[in-house]
T-cell receptor, first 116, second 111 residues
Framework: ETGVTQTPRHLVMGMTNKKSLKCEQH?????MYWYKQSAKKPLELMFV???????ENNSVPSRFSPECPNSSHLFLHLHTLQPEDSALYLCASSHSFDRLSGNTIYFGEGSWLTVV | QKEVEQNSGPLSVPEGAIASLNCTYSDRGSQSFFWYRQYSGKSPELIMSIYSNGDKEDGRFTAQLNKASQYVSLLIRDSQPSDSATYLCAVQGYNFNKFYFGSGTKLNVKP
């Protein structure tokens, strides 16, 4: 079983649809992240949660809405997306921010999103 | 200014050679440094972490860190075709709830 699991792996949605991406981590971590990876661009940090509290929103449009009900689960709710939002969305987790050394971020396998 | 910069490549090396990948970062207070490997269509996979100046070796991989010069490098000895991938440099900033990633260097190892 992988440490960070994302579903669905592939999603095609219309611009008027509402869908959600789900992430679950089994590593005992307390911090969770959403990253966006578009072609030929660096990984873009979207949101960070630490102990279920959002600590970072990197100027993400409101059509992306995160939810973190507990330290093991993270969702990304999607509505009225644009074609340029098509990308690989990566969930990740790490130990909480009070551990300065040895803090490593682990990724799920990603959800490929296509907006048509 | 980008937080983490890498040469996008592609870097082509023959099988058995040493591949050298470089990365510079802008946040002088950065604490932790990582190299990830990403195969096409897959998610990034951690291969090395380094926290103090100097070299750290793990099998065929050696990470090098120079905080004074703000650069990190990754050496891959005896490169194999299976090493062909994009290598991402990541830096955990002084504001340690953020991990910054470079855009990656594509490595091609030719048989």
């Amino acid at each position: 079983e992988t440490g960070v699991t994302q579903t669905p792996r592939h999603l095609v949605m219309g611009m008027t649809n509402k869908k959600s991406l789900k992430c679950e981590q089994h590593l005992g971590h307390n911090a969770m992240y959403w990253y966006k990876q578009s072609a030929k661009k660096p990984l873009e940090l979207m949101f960070v949660y630490n102990f279920k509290e959002q600590t970072e929103n990197n100027s993400v449009p409101s059509r992306f809405s995160p939810e973190c009900p507990n330290s093991s689960h993270l969702f990304l709710h999607l509505h009225t997306l644009q074609p340029e939002d098509s990308a690989l969305y990566l969930c990740a987790s790490s130990h909480s921010f009070d551990r300065l050394s040895g803090n490593t971020i682990y990724f799920g396998e990603g959800s490929w999103l296509t907006v048509v | 200014q980008k937080e983490v910069e890498q040469n996008s490549g592609p870097l082509s090396v023959p099988e058995g050679a040493i591949a050298s990948l470089n990365c510079t970062y802008s946040d002088r207070g950065s604490q932790s440094f990582f190299w990830y490997r990403q195969y096409s269509g897959k998610s990034p996979e951690l291969i090395m972490s380094i926290y103090s100046n100097g070299d750290k070796e793990d099998g065929r991989f050696t990470a090098q860190l120079n905080k004074a010069s703000q650069y990190v490098s990754l050496l891959i000895r005896d490169s194999q075709p299976s090493d062909s991938a994009t290598y991402l440099c990541a830096v955990q900033g002084y504001n340690f709830n953020k991990f910054y990633f470079g855009s990656g260097t594509k490595l091609n190892v030719k048989p």
